[in-house]
């Protein structure tokens, strides 16, 4: 009886030992499984971390590279843009000089004759200018002379009135004759529009350039630049209030100032201490004159290659009554 209660005990010793020992292994297996989990997840934090900045560092360089391509992306089309309208224009002006070569192309034929016309046309209208220049100081010097002996007859008429040499209406004859004579030019004579008339001459204000550019302009149109021959028509051109060419040079003889009508100065305006042809420096070479802006208009000489406006002169048209 003994003997089968100590081996009961030693059965339930050796069960409860076997159950400490299958304790303690699932123990450990559960520790391990935990400790397994843990590494587990730190290395997965870890991982995901790594990945995160990995993530951010390329989201970072894509979009620099991003905004580096659009930069570069806006610049070509703005180049793109310049291109085209540099090509406009390119194509614009290869039209217009293939316009202008076929124009050209049709013009080369008569160009020579143009131009020999042209310079006829010039060299005409001032030799007309000339002459008619001529024809009306011949005029107005008959005109004198006429109107003096009529003085004289008149004078004389009225001395021997007693006599009966003149009667009244030979004497009003005459003298409606010597106002008629007297006059400056005719009723009948006229300026186009946008010439202004002034005793028996049109004037006209153009420019602005050298003094050979005023002077063909003058003499395309009929005229040539102003010759000025007393005070009264000075006081005319200085109600003009401009700097303006005049037809007056010494070109041909420096200090000989003349005309364009090839007449010498008989009446003269020039500005204190003029003409100077630059200070006595010949290198400056002033050989053209022109009007001043104050002290009535006052002459001075300057470089022909200056810029400036110019008054023309020409005759007033004639027309029948």
């Keep these: ?3 089968k209660h100590i081996h009961v005990r030693h059965s339930r010793l050796s069960n409860s030992v076997h159950l400490r020992n299958c304790r303690g292994s699932e123990s450990r297996f ?27 560092n390329t989201k970072r360089q894509l979009t620099e590279d991003f905004q580096v391509l659009a ?5 070509r089309i703005l180049e793109t843009r310049q291109l085209k309208i540099t090509l406009d224009e390119k194509s614009t002006e290869l039209n217009r000089a293939l316009s202008a070569q076929n ?3 049709k013009c080369n034929a008569n160009e020579e004759l143009q131009s020999d016309l042209t310079e006829r046309l010039l060299a005409c209208n001032e030799s007309l200018f000339n002459i008619t220049k001529e024809r009306d100081l011949l005029n107005n010097r008959l005109n004198n002379r006429l109107i003096e002996s009529l003085k004289e007859g008149i004078d004389e008429g ?11 209406t030979e004497e009003n004859e005459l003298s409606a004759l010597l106002v008629n004579l007297t006059a400056s030019c005719p009723e009948n004579a006229t300026c186009p529009g946008d010439w202004l008339r002034f005793n ?11 003094w050979d550019e005023g002077r063909e302009d003058c003499m395309r149109k009929g005229g040539d630049l102003v010759v000025i021959n007393d005070p009264e028509e000075q006081n005319f051109i200085a ?13 041909e003889t420096e200090g000989s100032w003349l005309w364009v009508d090839g007449t010498a100065l008989s009446f003269m305006s020039w500005g204190i201490n003029q003409p100077d042809n630059g200070g006595g420096d010949p290198l400056w070479g002033e050989d053209c004159a022109h009007i001043t802006q104050f002290d009535g208009a006052q002459w001075n000489d300057t470089s022909c290659n200056a810029t400036k406006w110019w008054i023309c002169e020409k005759i007033p048209t004639m027309f029948a009554p």
């Design 71 to 75: 930069k570069t992306l806006a610049a």
């Design 158 to 168: 009225l001395s021997e009135q007693n006599n009966s040499m003149f009667n009244t």
């Design 239 to 251: 109600e003009y209030e401009l700097e303006a060419w005049i037809g007056l040079s010494d070109r």
């Design 30 to 56: 559960h520790l391990s499984v935990i400790l397994f989990f843990g590494v587990f997840s730190i290395c997965l934090l870890i991982g995901l971390l790594v990945a995160n900045a990995q993530y951010n």
């Design 200 to 210: 028996c001459s049109c004037y006209q204000i153009s420019g602005s350039g050298s």
């Design 1 to 3: 009886m003994e003997k």
């Design 103 to 105: 124009s050209d192309s």
